[in-house]
């Protein structure tokens, strides 16, 4: 991803970004009228298949307009490094963790009877609106004019109808050899910040603002009941 620095931390609106952040402003207004919501609550309603339609086609709308309005000021760029060093760890650990799992089950006496269908062992990373102080504030906000705290909270509430949840996914099979994998090095290889860039409806300047991430780990089995 290559990028264009600005070293003013509060980048000045020109002519064009004036232009753009009326658009988004304008969208914006659209995106929570379209989900007939109530700004001064949670977001919590459910909508008709035609509204999702309608809602992802603004908010697909907003994610090219706040893109376009990135500059990537210092401030950005350090955010982003700062992201990409809390991933490279998130996934460090959850191989570590998938493993230790992995190793705790092998070990469980009296299982035998879940072998003869597959065991799964999973685990996730995913952003997390609802944790304490989940939206950062940054210096930028003013500049591009976004709702952020509100989009993200929309997001997240429609999730599963709007996108797919995570950004992050490792999935082991019982048996299975496990082949660790770790992602050292610049973000534009960090893979849980290149899904939030670039595959889900959030822009750049959502992902900087993301504070708080969740990781989730499952075991799934089964086995075959009879009645003789």
């Known amino acids: 991803m290559s990028v264009t620095v600005f070293e003013d931390p509060c980048p000045k609106p020109g002519?064009?970004?004036?232009?753009?952040?009326?658009?988004?402003?304008?969208?914006?207004?659209?995106?929570?009228?379209?989900?007939?919501?109530?700004?001064?609550?949670?977001?919590?309603?459910?909508?008709?298949?035609?509204e999702i339609d309608q809602l992802k086609a603004l908010l697909k709308k907003r994610q090219r307009i706040l893109n376009?309005?990135?500059?990537?000021?210092d401030n950005e760029v350090k955010r982003l490094e700062e992201l990409n060093a809390m991933f490279i760890d998130a996934i460090r650990q959850m191989n570590q963790d998938l493993g230790n799992l992995y190793d705790s089950r092998i070990a469980?006496?009296?299982?035998e009877q879940y072998n003869s269908h597959p065991t799964w062992l999973d685990s996730m990373i995913y952003y997390d609106f609802y944790a304490e102080n989940s939206?950062?504030?940054m210096p930028e906000d003013d500049?591009?004019?976004?709702?952020?705290?509100?989009?993200?909270?929309?997001?997240?509430?429609?999730?599963k109808d709007l996108t797919y949840k995570g950004c992050y996914g490792l999935c082991r099979q019982l048996g299975d050899t496990f082949i660790e994998k770790?992602?050292?090095?610049?973000?534009?290889?960090?893979?849980?910040?290149?899904?939030?860039?670039k595959y889900h409806l959030y822009s750049v300047p959502d992902v900087l603002r993301?504070?708080?991430?969740?990781?989730?780990?499952n075991m799934k089995q089964s086995?075959?009941?009879?009645?003789?």
């Open 15 to 50: 002519q064009m970004a004036a232009t753009l952040r009326r658009r988004l402003q304008t969208c914006e207004k659209r995106i929570i009228e379209t989900a007939n919501w109530d700004t001064e609550y949670f977001y919590d309603k459910s909508l008709s298949y035609e």
């Open 68 to 73: 376009k309005m990135c500059v990537y000021t």
């Open 108 to 111: 469980m006496p009296n299982m």
């Open 135 to 137: 939206v950062l504030k």
């Open 143 to 159: 500049y591009y004019g976004s709702q952020f705290d509100k989009m993200l909270e929309l997001l997240c509430a429609e999730e």
């Open 182 to 197: 770790t992602y050292d090095g610049a973000y534009e290889r960090n893979p849980a910040l290149q899904d939030l860039i």
């Open 210 to 217: 993301m504070n708080k991430f969740t990781m989730e780990m």
């Open 223 to 228: 086995r075959t009941l009879a009645v003789s």
